[in-house]
């Protein structure tokens, strides 16, 4: 089966400190793209961050950065500067060529003060 | 900006009577989807839609769900005869490209039935 694991149901980070979000999923395709959504308290998930498969660069939008381990699938998501905003439920996903994104539990974080 | 709309945002219903959620996707994309969020669970691919068909369905997406686009610019989620296992949040989302394109999100429709 094709699956996507968050094995953090939910963190806690001070502001202004660093916070890694973790997230593995299993495939057998080797052309794919892997997501983080956010998705604040009653709002849609919006798009964090956006990884290509066949990329080796891992993807950098501004604070938000991924580690990118293809052969591990591993995909996790880097916060830096956290700000009491990016408190929200995160989700990382896949999608492949059947066009579906599978998405993990999601990780449910808290920003603290 | 462009966004995409669901209504309504909360229906309530008796078990066995029909739902229909609504959504209008971004105006210029191609691709149309449903997925769902039982509380507290993960978000559930339910059906992709392309082409004014059916590109691909889960295993929850059986006899009682449908999917149409009646007029160019809605696109609805049919529940026939809902079940208590149907409450949850669906989710429209929308993308101008399959496979490398980024859904856009709908705020959602929470659906409880009693």
């Known amino acids: 089966a094709q699956t996507v694991t968050q094995s953090q149901p939910e963190m806690s980070v001070q502001e202004a400190e660093t916070v890694t979000l973790s997230c593995t999923y299993d495939?057998?395709?080797?052309?794919?793209?892997l997501f983080w959504y956010k998705q604040p308290p009653s709002r849609q998930m919006i798009l964090v961050i956006r990884?290509?498969?066949?990329?080796?660069q891992n993807a950098t939008e501004n604070r938000f950065s991924v580690n990118f381990q293809k052969a591990a699938k591993s995909f996790s998501l880097k916060i830096s500067d956290s700000q009491l905003g990016d408190a929200a439920m995160y989700f990382c996903?896949?999608?492949?060529?059947?066009?579906?994104?599978?998405f993990g539990k999601g990780t449910r974080l808290h920003i603290l003060p | 900006e462009p966004e995409v709309t669901q209504t309504p945002s909360h229906q309530v219903t008796q078990m066995g009577q029909e739902v229909i959620l609504r959504c209008v996707p971004i105006?210029?994309?191609?691709?149309f989807y449903w997925y769902r969020q039982i509380l507290g669970q993960k978000v559930e691919f339910l059906v992709s839609?392309?082409?004014?068909?059916?590109?691909?369905k889960s295993e929850i997406f059986d006899d009682q769900f449908s999917v149409e686009r009646p007029d160019g610019s809605n696109f609805t989620l049919k529940i026939r005869s809902t079940k208590l296992e149907d409450s949850a949040m669906y989710f429209c989302?929308?993308?101008?490209?399959?496979?490398?394109?980024?859904?856009?999100f709908g705020e959602g429709s929470r659906l409880t039935v009693l």
């Open positions: 989302a929308s993308t101008g490209t399959s496979f490398t394109g980024e859904l856009f």
């Open positions: 495939t057998s395709e080797s052309d794919y793209y």
């Open positions: 990884q290509e498969a066949y990329k080796q």
């Open positions: 996903a896949r999608r492949g060529r059947d066009d579906k994104i599978i």
């Open positions: 105006s210029n994309h191609l691709y």
């Open positions: 839609f392309y082409n004014n068909e059916i590109s691909e």
